[in-house]
């Protein structure tokens, strides 16, 4: 039975690439709602690295929270704050083994790529990068983003689509905006029409920042 308060403790995480005590960077892949980690897992042949661990975690009945990343907060808890968790966790695992925080990217697809930008925001520091994927930072509109601490030049891309029917341009402009303001360095990208899906224009943005770490 799941924890109701860690609803995703305990989910397999999916690796690919270097083992762990032989890497030198990694990268946590992040999935969307309905899909799994081994549908972006296959990122990682994408976004090539030689030195590279791969990780991916899968979220319990394959959504990490249950309403929209608009909805009030306290809405998609106990699971938002399960899934930030999760992604935590494998952080620590990942500087545990020797691998800091500066050689480290997040990226993530819509749900995912919510919980990647939010996770940064709420543990700011110098990250090897962060690749949003059509999503941006979770809660309702006007919500206040006084998140304290500096990103410090992390490199960060966020892509999505002017029609996204789950992801409002407005949020992408503001998730750059705060981003901006703790100090990453921000490149956005508005496709038009190009729907809810990752493309291979964001991919070679992607493969940019992660050829650097």
Request: hydrophobic residues 40%; proline residues 9%.
């Amino acid at each position: 039975m799941p924890n109701p308060q860690h609803p995703h403790a305990g989910q397999k995480v999916y690796q690919a690439g270097k083992p762990l005590a032989e890497a030198k960077t990694a990268m946590i892949l992040l999935h969307g709602r309905g899909a799994g980690a081994l549908d972006i897992l296959p990122l990682s042949d994408l976004l090539p690295h030689p030195d590279m661990a791969y990780f991916a975690p899968h979220a319990l009945r394959a959504s990490w929270y249950p309403f929209s990343f608009l909805a009030p907060l306290n809405n998609n808890e106990p699971y938002l704050s399960s899934a930030l968790q999760i992604i935590d966790d494998l952080v620590r695992d990942i500087e545990q083994a020797g691998i800091p925080a500066n050689k480290l990217v997040l990226a993530g697809f819509s749900q995912g790529a919510c919980l990647s930008s939010e996770y940064i925001a709420r543990h700011p520091r110098r990250y090897g990068g962060v690749l949003v994927f059509s999503g941006g930072l979770i809660g309702p509109p006007q919500m206040s983003r006084d998140y304290e601490g500096s990103l410090d030049d992390t490199p960060i891309f966020l892509g999505c689509s002017d029609t996204d029917f789950h992801i409002p341009e407005e949020r992408v402009h503001e998730s750059t905006a705060t981003f901006k303001r703790m100090g990453a360095n921000v490149t956005e990208v508005i496709y038009p029409n190009m729907g809810h899906t990752i493309i291979e224009p964001e991919l070679v943005q992607a493969r940019q920042i992660v050829e650097t770490v």
